[in-house]
């Protein structure tokens, strides 16, 4: 909040009372009085000024607009930290020159299966698996995912094949079984704006996968972020995955600019998931290495070896061959960005 | 699930694994051979094919496209039920020719304000209170409501007026607070798919205002009201609020004619909300009017004494008198469309 | 453009060499040091200053962002006219207190097509009749209208009813033609920002009917009446036909606050057109009448006799007999709002 | 149009009469009864069935939805021609496993300026000059461009440098002369539904550069690129330019998953540009680089010795510095992809 436009009608009276507000906020201000318009500058540490004080300016007798000149989040822009964050999970640094995969299905449908994919994708160079083990469908009358029994699951399967696991946090009341199973907790597009979820999130030691709403701009997926990060954690990943617009051919629209900007904006890593934003397999690698191309730090996949039978997002999953070819593929992308993926 | 369109490379051999995983599903299919395309059309009952069949078919070879002719909801639909539900809460009848008026402040801030602004919106016609105590905003620097002190203020606001009160769910661990305070749980926007959340709402006795989300589309809205259809609780009220487009003058674009198909499609109530959907104050009457005009079966506005001193949403708040000229002008609108406004 | 925000990091030398360059424009400027940023509000004409030197600044050294304070547009604006301006186009009052309808199929596909309805919306109360004579479709195999034939099937309906006429200009090339047929010369969505055709327009002396494009914010609609308007021609009416959204129910999302805020912004009429914007029959009439009620100075709606045979658009035509009841239905809305319906 | 839906209320006698009316196009039908809903998939040449004929058949009693199974375009799709096109500028080939980059400034300002960016895009590695000599901008108060003074000294550039010329058609009265002058036609976003001029460039011999509308679906390109082709001039390239959403940190949001769909959907060239798309030149190379990665046939960016001076677009023009570096960057990329950049 830090300038003020006028109305071509606004009386000296009304701009008195707004000086007079201002300085009650012990902020100062410069009056700029234009041929069309009176502008007023505000001075001081307008940080302070939440958007209730924001809106209560918007609405005083003789204001016109008010336009935030800083933006509203701090501790996730580079401005505040201009080095890269790296985020290190067992071993697997996420950030700077460091590729990182994640691999696995949408969901984890039976002990079996995740142990299969989880091998099957570790092979290929996936850093970490993924698997949901809650999954509330847009239809009330589809398969909703096992729940904690899922978890377990995954955590065999980091056992296994010693991949950290990401998973999806849907509910406030799982947080506790969350930290307890996964490596990454994810946070999904519906949940971005729950701003709840994530202030709790923020005083846990735990990394956050925070994924961009469906109608989320840039700028509120770091608003977001921030709720995380002024809790004390420090760890978050943002994810691109495509928003809503009013073309139909693919699910969404991968807004790949936001990932470039966002390297710019803010020293979180950003990845991409051109799974859930093109809805079609037959996008997903040349998004995936499009988003390298762009300067994600990773991507998140979809993979499962018979999407025939995949109990939920089998038209935008690869099969484990499909996902071997893109990892084949990613290498000499990833080196020609002059860096490395994967561990090591 | 009702229409499989084949690749026009699609053998014949493709065909054949189709249809017989159609009969395991207990369906029959009819095959029509046109010059350019073969077409599936699927017999049976499909509702009981889920998503993650119908995706499961989306992926096998030879297969181009599948076409759903059945809507995903069906509890919410005129077909499954003609006449309009009607909703009676403590004597205000929601639905059919009743036109019902919610009106209240963003936040709760204190008890004196809601008494204050409970009294005022009767007097101007209003059916119902609304107030929120659960206020999480885009930054995390801003005020976040008083919690169950504020819903005791609404109790104390409903005591003296007699209003019904709306009021927000946010979290689900708040959900038997919120049946013991409310008259209305509200969903809003963000939640509109917390799918776990409104499954459980669905075991409630309490009206839901369920919220278009942001960038959720009319058939979504009806799906997410089936989660709670489903699950036992008939009593879901509708509300349009906005969608997210490019336009910026206005916060959200106000979708009347979603109301007016809505109306069409579906046998539950369904309100409009100008405050949050223009974001403007000066908006709000026309929106309002032109919502009942276009069918609505009420209004949810915003009422603030004060709005310069407004803990959230000042700017798109009308005043107790901006209120009582809107009622009174909707008076005589009503009255044309046939309908009678408030209680009686 | 009366507001730079200097980057944190911006420099003196920065600060002195744009001072030096908004100098050389004639222009001063107050120079506000924050704790955060440094701004410059600029005093002067700005409304001289080009979007190129606009741009020239956004790239200088040290700027970080460059925020108009003006709107793009002036004789558009409320502010340079404050009382509306009313078009009489033969008689027929649009603006202020009175309300028309337009009317009339989407092509002219006969001479006694036109004629018959030119008839029947007459009778039904349309102060105008409409008609495409050119009508190219986003396929390129589909009927194309019949060109200046059915311009003369439309002044023969013209003569034999005295409704003036009102009708599509789609090239450059028949602006002379469509001077000499039309009453109001009508440009379309896809042309709204035709910039060199809007400036020929300015110099003619013909009502201008002007529709939004699809993807145009507010903002833009009136910088394309400027373009009329500053050539000389006053006489441009406004008409919001739907955006584009990820909405797919409709055909477009018809954005009824943006008639709302014109009618604040613009002393221009503004109409509303519900065929378009819906696509649907079903919509039109409620669509129709909530514009009423949300400001617009009329409507514009598509009648054919028999949709089913109709060249194009015919789901979102009316019947003459559904035309003739939603006048029969407007009369009272409209008096309710104190304005008159048609001629007298 | 090859699916028709009944509604579950349509009659026998509804069903009838449709038969009757497939038959009368020549049509034969299978007519499925399910449970729910009666389908009718229609056989025989449906490409013949035109729009409006499609649009009579959704409003005749009984339809509830007509499904489209075959594309609206035919010439453009890769079903008609498996192979990509080639189309060869004065040696320069675009397509298949050549990329190209067009490179200029914005408007053509004066013929030093444009020679001496001719000839630095030149050295730098680009195979074409841009440049526009019409230049309508959103306001009426910015600068226009030369006109055919501006052609002459882009062919001028073009004599000295050896560079093929590609400029933007604004009018169809200037056909003509841009047949003259350019070696490749623009047709600029605002004007890719321009159906008249379409279908004049469709006679023409000259390839044309059709740019995606700001809201145009990817299926609405093809069907604009259709308008060309059936005319007979086979050589066009699309060009994938950002569309408008909601998200404003960027002028538009470049849809790089489009260009990945449009080389499978298409055998035409397909290029991308992120000067418009994005509207910020620190985001150029990272979406040229990632538009190539994604499949793209080649890229088109603005270029200016001195943005800060640039009459239009100054903000999203790379100095030839960065075009320098940009071009150094892609070398190897292209060569990682397969493909040769430029000549030769």
Chains 1, 2, 3, 4 share one sequence.
């Not at 377990?152 to 296994?160: F, K, S, V």
């Amino acid at each position: 909040m830090d300038i003020i436009v006028l109305r071509p009608d606004a009386t000296d009276e009304a701009l008195r009372h707004l000086l007079k507000k201002l300085e009650s906020k012990g902020l100062s201000a410069h009056v700029s009085k234009g041929t069309e318009r009176t502008i007023v500058g505000v001075i001081g540490d307008t940080s302070r000024v939440t958007e209730e004080e924001e809106d209560a300016i918007r609405v005083m007798t003789g204001v016109e607009n008010v336009m935030r000149i800083l933006k509203p989040y701090k501790l996730a822009s580079r401005e505040f930290k201009a080095e890269g964050t790296l985020i290190d999970v067992k071993g697997r640094v996420i950030g700077d020159k460091k590729i990182q995969v994640i691999a696995g299905p949408c969901a984890i449908e039976n002990k079996t299966l995740i142990m299969n994919i989880a091998e099957k994708v570790k092979d290929a160079g996936a850093s970490f698996i993924r698997g949901g083990a809650f999954k509330p469908r847009t239809s009330p009358y589809s398969f909703q995912g096992l729940g904690e029994e899922g978890l377990q699951y995954l955590a065999d399967a980091r056992e296994r094949t010693g991949l950290p696991v990401v998973t999806e946090l849907m509910d406030p009341r799982d947080i506790e079984i969350m930290v307890k199973y996964a490596d990454i907790i994810q946070i999904g597009a519906r949940n971005m704006q729950n701003f709840m979820m994530l202030e709790e999130l923020g005083k846990m030691q735990k990394p956050i996968l925070l994924k961009r709403g469906l109608s989320a701009t840039i700028e509120e997926t770091l608003s977001a972020a921030e709720y995380v990060l002024k809790g004390g954690n420090r760890e978050v990943i943002l994810c691109e995955r495509g928003i809503r617009t009013f073309e139909t051919y693919t699910r969404n629209t991968l807004d790949l600019a936001a990932v470039a900007a966002l390297k710019m904006l803010t020293h979180l890593p950003v990845i991409a998931d051109p799974s859930h934003a093109t809805g079609r397999r037959d996008l997903i690698v040349p998004m995936a290495r499009a988003a390298i191309t762009a300067g994600a730090d990773g991507v998140m996949v979809e993979v499962h070896p018979d999407p025939e039978h995949a109990r939920c997002d089998g038209p935008q999953s690869l099969t484990p061959t499909g996902f071997s070819e893109l990892m084949d593929g990613l290498v000499p992308l990833v080196a020609l960005e002059g860096k490395h993926l994967g561990v090591g």
